[in-house]
């Protein structure tokens, strides 16, 4: 960026001098401006606001040391260089006093000036270097104070929000957060794919579409409350908003904080955001009330339904629903069919049989609801566990189990993910007592890993293997699991996600390296597939 330069002298042979006495791009100066008094001189510098003025002493209108004292109130950052004749000798130096950089005598040397502009370009480079590095800290600073709020989020959030009121003074002193005022608020914004048979593949991506979501609200949540505090949970954002308003954000606010966290979600997809406020309260010690609220009204879009606003409403208790249902006859059912081996019948199980169709009208409470499917989970992984006796794989299905009590945005969603997950669970378990791989199937699948981008088919690979086509098809699908056509895809389409995720080829491109021609078909291949096209999974997971 180059400095602007002022020249002010009342003699105009002076002024010529100067511009043409050094080479100035070389120095990366532009000569912005000329003056031959000192008024015109001041406005000049008004308008360019230069960063180094040449200016004569004395000049009409203004002198010199006048136009530095009056320039400097605005413009501190300015250097100025003073000439003077040999008369006014002592006047110029009085002049370094009111700020002047340095000064020269007339007749101005060519020596004498570019020792002074190398010396205030010198000073000016520090000066910057050492902004630069001062803007450098306040943003360090800055980042650091946003990551020690969210910590101060987490801590207050696993404590189930339960807070002491003589905290508030600890959380003023080390975290920079302050809770002085009287009214508090809970509101929580969940994230869920609009997708029934949507699978998690990467809770990675999920958190950073929550970052941005968060980010992107922040200026909005800062100008409607005196101080307010986020964390990210599974798959949502915890905020605790300290305001002045005993009613907390009015409808309007929330259908606002609604409307721009859903668009700025949905640039990632089919994602949904619920806003799920909780009670105001007046004290830090019931905040605990306002995050129960907001979470209750959080576990109740199962049945109201995800992407809107849904505040705690009244609903039968949770024993009092549970009565409906026969847990005894569930164990089991769930039981024989997990002993059986009977994964379809499993997954049926889950379907129709734990939250039958009569009462799916009647339930109100979202608690019951989750009670009843945690319930069928746990007797189904515990029997898994005593067929396997692999704990690893149990407990990693408890863990999937989990987030999709958590984290599914309806009911439907919810039966059909565990019914799916018990179900290849249960199957991979079974799969697991029998003999794996023969070897024309491990011939096969390597043929697939090496060939798959090819023109290749079940009669090429059957051959490849030693076996006929269709005692080939019979014995793959026994081994795998899946028949031989959807191996090729699955091989397909994960060698895909790599290339979208890693480098840099286009969707073209990829779409040839793993064996398809047509781009239009493998975008809907892969849609089918992965719930996503192409360009939003790279988009999400790149």
């Not at 992107?216 to 308003?245: A, W």
Request: glycine share 4%.
């Amino acid at each position: 960026m180059k400095l602007k330069l002022i020249i002010a002298d009342d003699e105009h042979r002076v002024c010529q001098l100067i511009e043409n006495i050094l080479p100035w791009e070389e120095y990366g100066i532009e000569i912005t401006g000329k003056a031959y008094n000192g008024i015109d001189a001041f406005q000049l510098i008004q308008n360019e606001q230069p960063d180094i003025v040449i200016t004569d002493i004395r000049m009409p209108g203004y002198n010199g040391i006048t136009l530095i004292e009056k320039s400097k109130e605005n413009y501190p950052d300015t250097s100025f260089i003073i000439i003077s004749g040999y008369r006014d000798f002592e006047y110029a130096q009085s002049a370094i006093k009111f700020g002047a950089e340095d000064y020269l005598l007339k007749p101005v040397s060519k020596e004498e000036l570019t020792e002074i502009i190398v010396k205030i370009i010198e000073k000016k480079k520090k000066i910057n270097q050492k902004n630069r590095k001062d803007d450098d800290i306040q943003r360090e600073l800055s980042q650091n104070r946003e990551l020690l709020k969210s910590r101060l989020a987490r801590e207050i959030v696993d404590r189930g929000c339960r807070v002491k009121n003589n905290e508030l003074t600890f959380f003023k002193d080390n975290y920079s957060v302050d809770f002085s005022v009287s009214y508090y608020q809970v509101i929580i914004l969940q994230l869920d794919h609009s997708e029934t048979d949507w699978v998690i593949e990467n809770t990675t991506a999920v958190n950073t579409i929550l970052q941005k979501t968060e980010t992107s609200l922040s200026p909005f949540l800062s100008k409607h409350s005196h101080e307010f505090l986020c964390t990210l949970g599974n798959f949502k954002l915890i905020y605790i908003l300290n305001m002045n308003n005993s009613a907390g954000l009015s409808f309007q606010e929330l259908e606002h904080l609604y409307e721009f966290s859903s668009q700025k979600a949905s640039e990632y997809g089919n994602w949904r955001i619920t806003v799920c406020p909780g009670t105001v309260v007046s004290d830090m010690e019931k905040l605990y009330i306002s995050y129960e609220d907001a979470e209750f009204a959080r576990r109740d879009r199962i049945i109201q339904g995800c992407g809107r606003i849904i505040e705690k409403h009244p609903v039968p208790e949770l024993d009092e629903e549970m009565q409906h249902f026969n847990i005894d006859e569930l164990k089991v059912k769930i039981s024989s069919t997990v002993d059986a081996g009977d994964y379809s019948g499993l997954e049926e199980l889950f379907l129709t049989s734990v939250f039958p169709a009569e009462l799916k009208k009647s339930i109100k409470n979202p608690d019951t609801i989750l009670k009843l499917f945690s319930t069928a989970a746990e007797i189904s992984c515990r029997h898994l566990l005593q067929i396997s006796a692999d704990e690893e794989v149990i407990n990693q299905l408890n863990e999937e189990s989990r987030i999709i009590l958590n984290s599914a945005g309806s009911t439907e969603q919810l039966i059909n993910r565990l019914a799916v997950l018990h179900s290849k669970a249960l199957n991979t378990v079974f799969s697991s007592k029998r003999i794996k791989d023969y070897r024309p199937i491990r011939v096969a699948k390597e043929y697939i890993d090496i060939h798959y981008a090819e023109n290749i088919d079940l009669n090429i690979v059957a051959k490849e293997a030693g076996l006929n086509p269709a005692y080939f098809s019979t014995l793959f699908k026994k081994e795998t699991g899946i028949n031989f056509k959807e191996y090729l895809l699955q091989k397909r389409v994960d060698t895909a996600k790599e290339l979208l995720v890693s480098g840099n080829d286009t969707i073209h491109a990829v779409s040839d390296k793993v064996g398809y021609k047509d781009v239009r078909h493998f975008s809907k291949v892969f849609f089918k597939a992965v719930g996503i096209t192409p360009n939003m999974y790279r988009k999400i997971y790149g």
